[in-house]
Nanobody
Framework: QVQLVESGGGLVQAGGSLRVSCAAS????????MGWFRQAPGTEREFVAA????????CYGNSVKGRFTISRDNAKNTVYLQMNSLKPEDTATYYC?????????????????WGQGTQVTVSS
């Protein structure tokens, strides 16, 4: 079955950097769009970034544009989210998701599979 496993979360000071990873198995990774979403307690899930199967297309949420970078390594079946200039408001559980086809890249309902999430905490 399809598994998405996030890793790399942790505690970082404001202004710092962190890279989270998502290892996928059970699917033909290079044919899937991959996305990152986040959710803080008491808030709605928020779109962070997405990348096409080849990596040629990327898309970012407005709150992270210019600070976060999504990338993928299809040989390793892994997608990454490099987070720079972190702010306390970036604190959330970060989830990766996979979609075979994608009509609404920012809509979590368009994704087929989800990971369990990794916690990112940014201290002020």
């Amino acid at each position: 079955q399809v598994q998405l496993v996030e890793s790399g979360g942790g505690l970082v000071q404001a202004g710092g950097s962190l890279r989270v990873s998502c290892a996928a198995s059970g699917l033909t990774f290079s044919t899937y769009y991959m996305g990152w979403f986040r959710q803080a307690p008491g808030t709605e899930r928020e779109f962070v970034a997405a990348i096409s199967g080849s990596g040629s297309y990327t898309c970012y949420g407005n709150s992270v544009k210019g600070r976060f970078t999504i990338s993928r390594d299809n040989a390793k079946n892994t997608v990454y989210l490099q987070m720079n200039s972190l702010k306390p408001e970036d604190t959330a559980t970060y989830y990766c998701a996979a979609a075979r086809t994608l009509s609404k890249v920012r809509d979590g309902r368009a994704y087929d599979y989800w990971g369990q999430g990794t916690q990112v905490t940014v201290s002020s």
